[in-house]
């Protein structure tokens, strides 16, 4: 197993070295000034010089890239064009929303769908998995950000169970702060949980088709019973793929659901970075969010040497 984490180790480090030269070269060639973002039109030329001298614009690309990573690498990330404040600065109080946003969407995925799976999975071709899988292909064929819209309709203006949007900061009291939060992770949660609903029910079949599950029928076992104590576990490897894949896409999601809800986190900060063509504020957040994703990939890779026993045995 050692060999197997040791791998994945270097190839999460080679594909976040590769990440970084991508957002790099992408914001490169992207058309536009910042420093006549910065200063506007009807500056003179003078001007602009002597801003893009300060900002270190007028450096070679690969100059500039090597500086960009060096600081990182000794927690300089840089100071934002726009604010004049160090960008981790900006970064980490948008990251405070951002990140339980897309855990809180996340834990509801994984509860509905592994429930609605297994649930499907152990009524197959009965009623219960019909309704189930026909619920999940309309979560599927539903965009979150309208489902979004569909939910402040609903909840907020007319029920007026919570507020149409906005955050309430988590001093001011945990449970408000969740609440503010609610409608914003249902409305991720509802593709995804679909998405992993299906793909659970599909592992449970099909490792219920595998020899030793006969076997275990075949000693008495329950179909109950083999599900709990011999299918489940084996089932998960797939799924656990998938719940990676959709955790990298929950906080990719949240920068759309957080303009729905008016949310000011990674998704705000973003945008407004993009318009005032703040370059050090979009790479850093570009690459913090293929970072979180590229992290999420190795914990599968752990989570998978963890379940899957064969891989403590063979080194792959």
């Known amino acids: 197993m050692s060999v197997f984490l040791a791998k994945r180790f270097l190839t999460f480090v080679a594909t976040l070295l590769g ?3 991508v957002v790099f070269l992408v914001l490169e060639i992207l058309p536009g000034d910042p420093s006549m973002t910065l200063l506007g039109a009807d500056a003179d030329e003078e001007a602009y010089a002597a801003l893009r001298l300060k900002l270190g614009l007028d450096d070679p690309a690969f100059v500039r890239y090597f500086e960009w990573m060096w600081g990182m690498f000794h927690g300089d990330f840089g100071v934002s064009y726009a604010y004049s404040v160090p960008v981790m600065e900006l970064v980490w109080g948008s990251l405070g929303l951002t990140v339980p946003l897309a855990m809180f969407a996340m834990a509801i ?4 769908a592994l ?4 649930f499907a999975a152990s009524r197959h071709n009965k009623p219960g998995d019909y309704v189930i899988m026909t619920i ?14 569909l939910l402040i309709l609903f909840f907020a ?26 409608l914003p992770a249902i409305a991720l949660a509802t593709v995804q949980a679909a998405i992993l609903a299906r793909t659970t029910r599909s592992a449970v079949l099909e490792t ?4 030793y599950v006969r076997t275990a029928r075949a000693k008495g076992l329950t179909r109950s019973q083999t599900l709990w104590r011999h299918v489940l576990r084996n089932a998960l490897i797939p799924v656990i793929t998938v719940m990676g894949l959709q955790f990298a896409n929950l906080l990719a999601g949240t920068i759309v659901i957080e303009s729905v809800f008016s949310l000011p986190g990674l998704g705000k900060l973003v945008f407004q970075a993009i318009a005032n063509r703040d370059m050090p504020v979009v790479k850093d957040i570009v690459l913090l969010l293929a970072g979180m994703v590229i992290v999420v990939n190795f914990i599968v ?7 899957d026993p064969r891989l403590k045995v063979h080194d792959v």
């Open 157 to 182: 203006v007319n029920l007026g169970w919570f507020k149409a949007g906005g955050f309430i900061q988590w001093e001011d009291g945990i449970w408000l702060a969740l609440k503010s939060l609610f």
């Open 136 to 149: 999940s292909q309309l979560g599927i064929a539903v965009p979150n950000f309208w489902f979004g819209i």
């Open 19 to 21: 990440a970084s030269i």
């Open 115 to 118: 429930g609605l799976g297994v």
């Open 109 to 112: 995925t994984v509860v509905v």
């Open 301 to 307: 890779d752990v989570t998978y040497a963890v379940i």
């Open 208 to 211: 219920f088709r595998e020899d």
